[in-house]
């Protein structure tokens, strides 16, 4: 899922996310409700028709702000108090709240409010954050009535795996249309991430769609999916673009460096964005080198590109059966792993 914070992927026309192959879009409850505010956005018939797409939504909770934010938030068990980041003003987000928020907004998936613990933090730390999302959860279950909205719970339990499959077993319990695994991508190693993904992945209902939080790279896509996970999100692909990076082949390719001025060809001949398919690696290079806002625009588009059309080159390697073959490179236990 794509992500477009303020209604909007950075720098994307929705007519172009369209082109990248794009099917669901991922906005944030927290800053939307700080601009414009969810009656302004409601007054315009719902998020769908204000940010001009017609595809799937889903917005989070404003429970990862919590941990975001954190030298600007007090956590309690009613629920978190902000001092917004725009003007200072005082912001109570419960999961109440967050529920009426995100029933104005009218994605049609919601997040349950939650609390992300940081990374590293102690067992009592995260035992207490893992109670409190459960209760909150048990409170947006019981507050949220919209019926053309799914309700998301999330599983959290940082890096202790006890407390990981303690937080699975409640959220799975609740029978819920979706289910998420959060607290991961927040500073810890790579390698402790794969666990969890590892762990967490088996114990979920295969029902119901599996959403791995804040996840975007190519070899994370697939250790998850190979896991079972369906629903990814990350800011990844637009940074990346406005950094002057783009991905080929499952590298990072710094459209700044030298070598790249006098390189005619495409960026990726085998890739159909309009950067590879209208313009040349040099043409980005100057683009990049220059500041020019168009030069970032492309390579967003580029990564965004990428990421789609290898989760659909999974997905297809699934339907024939042949994922493990086909994506063993991109799994570390693989022997063709170290080849990427």
């Not at 409170?139 to 999330?154: E, K, T, W």
């Not at 699975?168 to 607290?183: D, E, N, Q, S, Y």
């Not at 762990?199 to 896509?221: F, I, K, N, R, S």
């Not at 080929?248 to 006098?262: P, Q, S, T």
Request: hydrophobic share 45%; charged share 20%; net charge negative.
């Amino acid at each position: 899922m794509p992500v477009g914070t303020l209604a909007t992927v950075k720098g994307v026309l929705t007519t172009q996310l369209q082109e990248t192959g794009a099917q669901m879009v991922l906005a944030n409850t927290f800053h939307l409700h700080l601009q414009p505010g969810e009656e302004i956005v409601a007054a315009a018939g719902g998020l769908h028709r204000f940010m001009d797409w017609d595809g799937p939504l889903l917005t989070d909770s404003g429970g990862f702000q919590v941990f975001s934010l954190g030298d600007i938030n007090r956590i309690s068990d009613q629920g978190v108090v902000f001092r917004s980041p725009r003007d200072g003003s005082r912001i109570d987000l419960t999961p109440e709240r967050s529920m009426a928020i995100q029933m104005a907004l009218g994605a049609d998936v919601a997040m349950a409010f939650d609390q992300c613990p940081p990374y590293p933090a102690s067992e009592a730390d995260v035992a207490a954050a893992c109670r409190r999302t459960h209760s909150w959860l048990e409170r947006c279950v019981a507050s949220h009535d919209r019926r053309d909205q799914a309700l998301f719970g999330i599983v959290q339990g940082g890096c202790f795996p006890h407390l990981r499959a303690e937080s699975a077993r409640m959220v799975a319990a609740m029978g819920l249309p979706g289910i998420a695994v959060g607290g991961v991508s927040v500073g810890e190693p790579a390698a402790e991430m794969h666990r969890i993904v590892r762990q967490v992945g088996p114990l979920l209902p295969e029902a119901v769609p599996h959403y791995l939080m804040g996840v975007g790279t190519l070899p994370e896509l697939a250790i998850a999916v190979a896991q079972g996970f369906d629903l990814f999100d990350c800011v990844l692909p637009t940074r990346l673009g406005r950094h002057g990076a783009a991905l080929v082949g499952g590298e990072r390719w710094n459209l700044k460096n030298a070598r790249f001025r006098h390189d005619h060809s495409p960026l990726d001949a085998s890739c159909s964005c309009p950067a590879c398919r209208r313009h040349s690696r040099a043409y980005l290079h100057h683009l990049i080198r220059a500041d020019e806002m168009v030069g970032q625009i492309l390579l967003s588009l580029h990564n965004l590109t990428q990421l789609l059309r290898f989760t659909r080159a999974m997905a297809q390697a699934i339907r024939d059966g042949c994922f493990a073959e086909d994506f063993a490179p991109w799994l570390p236990d693989s022997p063709a792993a170290h080849t990427w």
